[in-house]
């Protein structure tokens, strides 16, 4: 099993930062992409950004040049830093990440967390 604990959402204002963390512990061959995913209320859950196992990036339109996705291959963790911040980016964020074992691929959600985008 992999566990995924996720940290740093929080309240913010609008044109704030933050930064999210999503760590991968447990067992595992190796971790290959790691994303973002956001879902606000009524809407369905969406990708945010996605950094795969070589480094190859990928984001929302909605987060170009304001949002950096990275990950720290040593402690299998994965960062979402977040600059800009408007309204439409309050959401729960989740990571989700694609892990191999024995040969076999699964993906992990983490638990969420929310940020909220308010004055």
């Known amino acids: 099993q992999v566990q995924l604990v996720e940290s740093g959402g929080g309240l913010v204002q609008p044109g704030g930062s933050l930064k999210l963390s999503c760590a991968a512990s447990?067992?595992?061959?190796?971790?290959?992409?790691m994303g973002w995913y956001r879902q606000a209320p009524g809407k369905e859950r969406e990708l945010v950004a996605l950094i795969s196992t070589f480094g190859n990036l990928n984001y929302a339109d909605s987060v170009k040049g304001r949002f950096t996705i990275s990950r720290n291959y040593a402690n299998a963790t994965t960062y979402l830093q977040m600059n800009s911040l408007k309204y439409d980016d309050t959401a729960v964020y989740y990571c989700k990440v694609v892990v191999t074992m024995f040969g076999r691929t699964n993906d992990y959600w983490g638990q969420g967390t929310q940020v909220t985008v308010s004055s």
């Open positions: 447990g067992m595992f061959n190796s971790i290959n992409d």
